[in-house]
Structure formats: C-alpha cells, structure tokens
C-alpha cells in the first residue's frame, strides 16, 4: 500500500479565504516531510517543510502543521490567491543520506474569484 | 535562483527507440534524483544518485534504465528500449546535504 495519501483529491475555495490540504501518511519512521506546488507542465515546487521533531512551522502565507500521533499532515493557506490554483503534493522522507522522497496523490486546489 | 535544467522539454520517440533524457542540476549540490509522473498520478521515485554512484532505485528502474554523470555538470537517464508506458513527465531533481529537493521543469516523453 502507499505510504503517503491525500483525503481530498479537488477543493475549490474562493479568493481570499483559507485553504487547508491534508495528507495523511502511515510510516511512522518518516522524520521530514515536505509540500509542493506543481502547476500544469511544471515540475513540483517547494513551498514549505517540516522536520519530526517540530509541530508547525510557518512560512510566507504558508502554515505546515503536523501530527505525529495520528500521522497527520496539514498545508494551511492564507487569503488564497488565484495564483495559487494548482496541484499540491505532501512527500515525506525517512532517515538522513539518499533515501528518496515519497509522493501523496496530490490535492487539485481551484481558487473561484 | 539557481535551477535546475532538464531538456527537452519534448521528446516524441518511437517504441524500442532509446532516449536519453539530459538535467543539469544546480552546480554545488551533491545528490542527484530521477522521478517520473504518468500524466494525472503522483510524481513516482525512479533513482538516486550520489558519488558518482546509484544510491537507491525503484522497481520502476529496471534494466531499460541507466543513469550517467558523464562530466561534472550533467545527469542523463537513458531508456534503451521505450515502451508505450514510458510515456510520461520525466522530473530531475538536485540538493544539497541539508537542503529541500529542487526539481526541473521535466521532459515529457511521448513514445508512440
């Protein structure tokens, strides 16, 4: 099974209000996690990251909440731009040298003006 | 902001055909990905690369696949023999010790 897995594949919200994307990963040995932004024939973008040993960590409009005893993760965006319509990725990570990054699904965001 | 370069940007092949698919990561950074996207899925982990070494590959990465540093600036992916699901965006991607992954803008690879 998949390590790494979004709830909600599409979420539309309108201009200015928040979003929040979820991810939800099951291996509890992962210890660094990461959100990207991919747009259409782009490659994926780093928006923010969080290491295990922290809880939320902030960034420019950007929040990345994590919870480790239900193995939760959460991307918070603040007054949603049309900008930010595109595909968000959560991926986690395990352990330190060259283990790869494991992508979710991805979460489709819609910005409606 | 440095980048990460991957070209083409499209590749069109026909099926048994090879391809070599070139990035040039960011110049001071010392590990080395390929990722590919079957169009509508999620970005899917194919090799890693560091000392001039393969570090890890996924069941994907199979004997069609090789990967080179032929210089000290590129980082090609070959396909020996292209099959219909090699179809796909191809993704480099680059870091430092410490740092996040920055990926390239990718390649899209149609064989037909």
């Known amino acids: 099974g998949e390590s790494v897995g979004l709830h909600l594949p599409t979420l539309s919200v309108q201009e200015g209000d928040n979003s929040i994307i979820n991810c939800a990963y099951s291996?509890?040995?992962?210890?660094?996690f990461i959100w990207y932004k991919q747009e259409s024939g782009k490659g994926p973008q780093f928006i923010i990251d969080?290491?295990?040993?922290?809880d939320k960590r902030q960034g420019q409009r950007v929040t990345v909440l994590l919870n480790k005893t239900v193995k939760h993760l959460s991307l918070q965006i603040a007054a949603t731009q049309p900008g930010d319509s595109a595909v968000y990725f959560c991926?986690?990570?395990?352990?330190?040298?060259?283990?790869?990054?494991?992508f979710g699904k991805g979460t489709r965001l819609s910005v409606i003006a | 902001e440095p980048e990460v370069t991957q070209t083409p940007s499209h590749q069109v092949t026909q099926m048994g055909q090879e391809v070599i698919l070139r990035c040039v990561p960011i110049?001071?950074?010392?590990?080395f990905y390929w990722y590919r996207q079957i169009l509508g899925q999620k970005v899917e982990f194919l090799v890693s690369?560091?000392?001039?070494?393969?570090?890890?590959k996924s069941e994907i990465f199979d004997d069609q696949f090789s990967v080179e540093r032929p210089d000290g600036s590129n980082f090609t992916l070959k396909i020996r023999s292209t099959k219909l699901e090699d179809s796909a965006m191809y993704f480099c991607?680059?870091?430092?010790?410490?740092?996040?992954?920055?990926f390239g803008s990718g390649t899209r690879l149609t064989v037909v």
């Open positions: 991607a680059s870091r430092q010790a410490r740092l996040g992954y920055t």
């Open positions: 291996n509890s040995a992962s210890d660094y």
């Open positions: 969080i290491r295990s040993n922290m």
């Open positions: 991926a986690e990570k395990i352990g330190g040298g060259n283990t790869p990054l494991v």
């Open positions: 110049s001071n950074h010392l590990y």
């Open positions: 690369f560091y000392n001039n070494e393969i570090s890890e």
